[in-house]
């Protein structure tokens, strides 16, 4: 990695970290931002995609019903983060 960019992503990072810390007034809001994506992240998205990963590397043949299952599991996990980050959003508007 070039010196360069080493340098100015620090620089942006820290003055993200600097108007952050300036002008939120609750670590609560962050939390709300970080537990929406994580926790659905672990509850359903993540199980999905290790599913077609393994389906893809052990050549699973006509598992439909999991298929339909990791693929619903996907949409409500995407659907949920939609929703939580929303939520968030209108908290602090």
Do not use: Q, R
Request: with cysteine.
């Amino acid at each position: 990695m070039k010196s360069l960019y080493y340098y100015g992503a620090t620089i942006i990072y820290f003055i993200i970290i600097l108007f952050g810390a300036c002008y939120i007034t609750s670590v609560s809001k962050i939390f709300n931002f970080v537990s929406a994506i994580a926790i659905n992240c672990l509850s359903f998205l993540f199980p999905s995609t290790f599913y077609f990963m393994a389906k893809k590397k052990y050549e699973v043949k006509n598992e439909n019903y999991w298929e339909i299952s990791a693929y619903l599991n996907a949409i409500l996990g995407i659907a949920a983060v939609i929703i939580g980050l929303y939520n968030s959003i209108e908290e602090i508007i």
